[in-house]
Structures are given as structure tokens and as C-alpha cells.
């Protein structure tokens, strides 16, 4: 089946300072991507669509120049968290569909993010 | 908006019982429904996909079923072992592309 690649797992940073999110399609191309986010003990929220070649769409209430995403093949989205600060802290999910397939999305392994 | 709720939020049972986790959403003009289980600090794993113009998917002693009109789905766990210790998430997709996720039921299963 479709298997999509999240690195990495566990990230710890600074304050002030940016982290880059990877999320790749091994085995299909991906045109568009999902990030999610979730909080403890609370369920995943759609933070932004990437497309592949165009820009990101963001859900509302998220910053787009903070969670800067980039879609520059079909098998690799980034999500760039800039200027962390301790309440970015979260897990953070990207999916994507093989659209070779009628089969729902596949989720990468998801990213712990802890900002000290 | 889509609002997508998971009753009971846990769920203790022990080893060997049936059990029965129920999600409901408010627009019924969706895609598919999606089950995933979540480990703790890990991503989501697929477990059933309902189109929307079918009723019911089973996979092993999983069966979950999808009642569109009424915006209700449930996913049956028969047989539950304490591996199936876990956060169990659905999930609609609308017609538009978007993905809703349940607020979750965290079930433990006792040995």
C-alpha cells in the first residue's frame, strides 16, 4: 500500500529558532499534501493543503508566514515552523492520497515537536 | 461547518468483550468515512474505509458501518484483545476534499 515518510519523529528546539518538518511519498506521487496538528488529548486539526507547484492553502486562524510550506515535487512537501516559541509545541501529521487507488488517505508517523 | 464527534471519549473493557465505538457527524454530504487507530506519540493507522454509498466494511474483527442519512458510523471490535489498547479516530471526508476528524474514544482493553 501507499506509505508515506515523516521526518523527523522527535525535534526539540530552541526558542526563536526554525524547524523543518519532511513528508514524502515513497511509493506514489503525491500533487497535493495535508499538515495536521494536534494538540494534547485532542484530535487532529487541518492546518494547510499543500500543492504541489502552487501555493499553500491555509486553514483559518493559521499563519502562513509562520508555518511556511513548501511543495517543490510530487513526493515531498516541508512544513517549516519559523520563530517557535513553546505553545508551537505540538505533533504534527502530514497525509496524502495515492490517487493510483480509491483507498482513503495515508498518514506519515507524525513529528513530536517540543519547543523549549 | 463539519463536526465530527466520538462517544464514549474511553472506553475500559476487559480482554475477550465486544465493543461497540460510535462517531456521528453533522453534514451527511461526505465522500467516505475513515477509522484510524492511534498509538500513543505515533501517526494513524487506517482501519476501514466506508464509501459513501456503502454500508458497512469488515477486516478481521473489525466491522464498521456508515448510516449517511443520519450522520452516524460505528466501528465493532469483537473479540477485544489488550493489543487493541489504542485511540480510535474517524474521520469524514467531504465532498470538497476536506478531512474531519472525531474527537477520539480511547479504549483499554484489560488482561
Known amino acids: 500500500g501507499a506509505v508515506v515518510s515523516q521526518h523527523p519523529s522527535r525535534v526539540i528546539c530552541k526558542s526563536g529558532t526554525s524547524v523543518k518538518i519532511e513528508c514524502r511519498s515513497l511509493?506514489?506521487?503525491?500533487?497535493?499534501m495535508f499538515w495536521y496538528r494536534q494538540f494534547p488529548k485532542q484530535s487532529l486539526m487541518l492546518m494547510a493543503t499543500?500543492?504541489?507547484?502552487?501555493?499553500?492553502?491555509?486553514e483559518q486562524g493559521v499563519e502562513k508566514d509562520k508555518f511556511l510550506i513548501n511543495h517543490a515535487s510530487l513526493t515531498l512537501s516541508t512544513l517549516t515552523v519559523t520563530s517557535a516559541h513553546p505553545e508551537d509545541s505540538s505533533f504534527y501529521i502530514c497525509?496524502?492520497?495515492?490517487?493510483?487507488?480509491?483507498?482513503?488517505?495515508?498518514f506519515g508517523s507524525g513529528t513530536r515537536l517540543t519547543v523549549v | 461547518k463539519q463536526e465530527v464527534t466520538q462517544i464514549p471519549a474511553a472506553l475500559s473493557v476487559p480482554e475477550g468483550e465486544n465493543l461497540v465505538l460510535n462517531c456521528s457527524f453533522t453534514?451527511?454530504?461526505?465522500?467516505?468515512l475513515q477509522w484510524f487507530r492511534q498509538d500513543p506519540g505515533k501517526g494513524l493507522t487506517s482501519l476501514l474505509l466506508?464509501?459513501?454509498?456503502?454500508r458497512e466494511q469488515t477486516s478481521g474483527r473489525l466491522n464498521a458501518s456508515l448510516d449517511k442519512s443520519s450522520g452516524r458510523s460505528t466501528l465493532y471490535i469483537a473479540a477485544s484483545q489488550p493489543g487493541d489498547s489504542a485511540t480510535y479516530l474517524c474521520?469524514?471526508?467531504?465532498?470538497?476534499?476536506?478531512?474531519?476528524f472525531g474527537t477520539g474514544t480511547s479504549l483499554t482493553v484489560i488482561p
Open positions: 499543500s500543492n504541489e507547484g502552487s501555493k499553500a492553502t491555509y
Open positions: 453534514d451527511s454530504a461526505i465522500y467516505n
Open positions: 466506508i464509501q459513501s454509498s456503502q
Open positions: 497525509s496524502a492520497r495515492d490517487p493510483r487507488t480509491s483507498e482513503g488517505y495515508t
Open positions: 511509493d506514489f506521487q503525491a500533487t497535493t
Open positions: 474521520a469524514v471526508r467531504n465532498i470538497g476534499n476536506q478531512f474531519y
